[in-house]
């Protein structure tokens, strides 16, 4: 006796395949039905040899791993941690087709059920295989004030919409460079100083003393935002300063709880060449650092990202501060050839500058990073056949290189945001980083222009 599951992905799943998934007792069949429904025609119909069962296995084989009532990344994340394993040790629920190890075959049974809605399992089991815990809620820690850097302007590309570590700008351009609150601090502020430090590319003063560069709404005239200049200004100085208040009365104060742009300057791209922008804090060693006021006249410094040598002072002398941003501006013409492929991993250049709205089609990628598409055969899909189950077979969680591991079917770790933000190989293909990652970017329609 025969047991039919379908897999929705590639019509000719075939030769290619079959050796692995005869030993993982999966057998290709034609499409004659079975009970009372029948295949849906774009589908191949996988078979699982009844005889291969535990006579402890229920034929009813349950997706919902840990009996949420859906079939989702959890239930994934379950059945990987038992990936090669028989049963027992494995539990019986992560065997799905019932043969006595979890292999490709319970993987794809899995991945046909993902993000549907059942009611099918009885006794579910967590990750450790063990009867699902009820977590106790956390409580949820204030964010600490937090501040980021960005480009705005028309042409310009950048890695992430909102939090931007690179941005890829027009040769011969004017931009915007922006000072972003992603998190105000607790209970607001009234005030803030910014301390943008440009380097050598070239700034375009405002001839206001700065009040259009302040773009913050809550400011209160005169003192609602201008730059603190001395002496005049010729746009080479490295670094530029604004302040901004609305304390101009006896407290209380207003407070803001404002998140989004606070000041806006406008700086040229030269010909060609990389640039570091930064947005130092204030400390002891930088004094006129980027800080916010609170209402009780105490400063709330942004969180950092760490240290850079940076030239707080305009002196061209780089000193080692804490910063809460740094951006990379990078001058160099976007006009790429419609179906080029700088990087080389699949995806089109015209695709992977598409905003992170259209990821589905590639976009939000960087056409120059050649690990953040994970098309291990350069097909321009990221499917099941191909690259999930290739990455699958070559499972080899031990470093040294030893078959089955290649090198094309590994990802090093994600450096976040996306899924899809993932590092040169690592010399390891594991569960929840290389077999994780390439599901988690699953696109069957490929890396294709949207209609």
């Known amino acids: 006796m025969f047991y039919r599951v379908f897999s929705s992905t590639a019509k000719a799943f075939g030769l290619l395949v079959l050796p692995a998934l005869i030993a993982a007792g999966v057998f290709l069949s034609s499409p004659d039905g079975f009970g009372s429904g029948e295949p849906q025609s774009a589908e ?7 005889n291969a069962l535990s006579p402890l296995h229920s034929i009813a084989a349950c997706a919902d791993l840990n009996g949420d009532g859906m079939v989702t990344l959890v239930d994934l994340l379950i059945q990987l941690t038992y990936y090669l394993q028989t049963v027992p040790p494995a539990p019986l629920q992560a ?3 019932g043969n006595g190890t979890v292999l490709i075959s319970d993987i794809i049974i899995l991945i046909k059920h993902y993000n549907t809605a059942t009611a099918c399992q009885s006794n579910p089991i967590g990750p450790g295989g063990t009867p699902k815990a009820t977590p106790t809620p956390a409580a949820t820690p204030a964010p600490e004030p937090e501040m980021s850097l960005n480009v705005t302007s028309a042409g310009a590309v950048c890695d992430h919409p909102q939090k931007p570590t690179k941005c890829t700008v027009p040769p011969d351009s004017q931009f915007t460079l922006v000072a972003d609150v992603n998190h105000a601090p607790v209970k607001g502020y009234i005030g803030f100083q910014t301390q943008v430090v440009y380097g050598s590319l070239k700034y ?41 208040t609305n304390a101009l009365a006896l407290p209380p104060y207003p407070v803001s709880n404002y998140e989004d742009s606070i000041v806006e300057i406008a700086l040229n791209c030269p010909p060609s060449g990389s640039f570091e922008v930064a947005l130092p804090v204030l400390s002891v060693a930088n004094p006129s650092g980027t800080h916010f006021v609170k209402s009780g006249m105490f400063n709330a410094l942004p969180r950092t990202v760490g240290q850079e040598l940076v030239d707080v002072d305009g002196d061209t002398t780089p000193e080692l501060v804490d910063v809460a941003a740094t951006l990379s501006i990078n001058c160099a013409p976007l006009k790429l050839p419609f179906k080029g492929d700088t990087d080389g991993d699949g995806c089109a250049d015209v695709n992977e500058n598409l905003p992170k709205a259209q990821h589905n089609n590639g976009g939000g990628r960087d056409w120059e990073d050649p690990y953040d598409y994970y098309d291990v055969n350069g097909d321009g899909v990221i499917d099941l056949l191909y690259d999930i189950l290739g990455v699958i077979q070559h499972y080899q969680p031990t470093p040294g290189g030893a078959p089955p591991y290649a090198v094309a079917y590994d990802r090093g770790p994600t450096t976040g945001p996306n899924a899809w933000n993932m590092t040169a190989p690592d010399g390891v293909i594991d569960l929840l ?13 490929g890396c294709t222009l949207p209609a």
Do not use: C, M, S
């Open 44 to 50: 191949a119909a996988i078979e699982v040899d009844a």
């Open 95 to 97: 065997d799905l087709d």
């Open 204 to 244: 375009k003063p405002t001839g206001d003393n700065g009040a259009a560069e302040v773009v913050w709404p809550d400011g209160v005239a005169p003192f609602g935002g201008f730059e603190v200049r001395i002496g005049p200004v010729t746009g080479q100085e490295r670094v530029v300063h604004h302040l901004a």
């Open 433 to 445: 980083n290389d077999i994780l990652g390439v599901i988690l970017q699953y696109q069957p329609t």
